[in-house]
T-cell receptor, first 112, second 113 residues
Framework: GENVEQHPSTLSVQEGDSAVIKCTYS??????FPWYKQELGKRPQLIID?????GEKKDQRIAVTLNKTAKHFSLHITETQPEDSAVYFC???????????FGKGTTLSVSS | SAVISQKPSRDICQRGTSLTIQCQVD?????MFWYRQQPGQSLTLIAT?????????ESGFVIDKFPISRPNLTFSTLTVSNMSPEDSSIYLC??????????FGPGTRLTVT
């Protein structure tokens, strides 16, 4: 079955810096890769996703890149703000709307 | 996105007892899933709740321990049976629509004493 590795487990940045979180997946059949943000005590919130027919997707300060050959994808957050502090999870599935396999998460801390 | 509710939001239960968690969606959805999130950990898929048929369980999860029902396209239940302290966790349902994104319910925080 699918296995998703996520790095780093913790990331501390200064406000205004960029943050990058990387994930690798094992199953080449996976073709949907969402990212979730989970604040303390809250449910995971979908922040951005990418499908296998796209190499990069941006939404304001957030971008995701996908390298299908290398089987890895990354989340990029620019101009970080204290409210970006949260746990970020990457995930993979065979198609959008189907069961997700999650990475172990990255705790991002943005200090002002 | 769909509006998803779960009941109860939290509970404290005695070991050996069972708890049924409900997940209600405000519109029909194709897919419903149940995940577990142990304290400080990631999300682990328990099973896919199939409408009108038996749930599909992931490795390490069995129907006798986590029976699931899905009587229609807007509702599902997960029962945690014969609970032990190791079952203390947050249980989340999620929904997906065909080619669309997947969204999570608010979760049920279970503590087993």
């Amino acid at each position: 079955g699918e296995n998703v590795e996520q790095h780093p487990s913790t990331l501390s940045v200064q406000e205004g810096d960029s943050a990058v979180i990387k994930c690798t997946y094992s199953d080449s059949a996976s073709n949907y890769f969402p990212w979730y943000k989970q604040e303390l005590g809250k449910r995971p919130q979908l922040i951005i996703d990418i499908r296998s027919n796209v190499g990069e997707k941006k939404d304001q300060r957030i971008a995701v890149t996908l390298n299908k050959t290398a089987k890895h994808f990354s989340l990029h957050i620019t101009e970080t703000q204290p409210e970006d502090s949260a746990v970020y999870f990457c995930a993979a599935s065979y198609q959008a709307g189907t069961a997700l396999i999650f990475g172990k998460g990255t705790t991002l801390s943005v200090s002002s | 996105s769909a509006v998803i509710s779960q009941k109860p939001s939290r509970d404290i239960c005695q070991r050996g007892t069972s708890l049924t968690i409900q997940c209600q969606v405000d519109s029909q959805v194709t897919m419903m899933f149940w995940y577990r999130q142990q304290p400080g950990q990631s999300l682990t898929l328990i099973a896919t709740a199939n409408q009108g048929s038996e749930a599909t369980y992931e490795s390490g999860f069995v129907i006798d321990k986590f029976p699931i029902s899905r009587p229609n396209l807007t509702f599902s239940t997960l029962t945690v049976s014969n609970m032990s302290p190791e079952d203390s966790s947050i249980y989340l349902c999620s929904v997906g629509r065909g080619e669309g994104e997947q969204y999570f319910g608010p979760g049920t925080r279970l503590t087993v004493t």
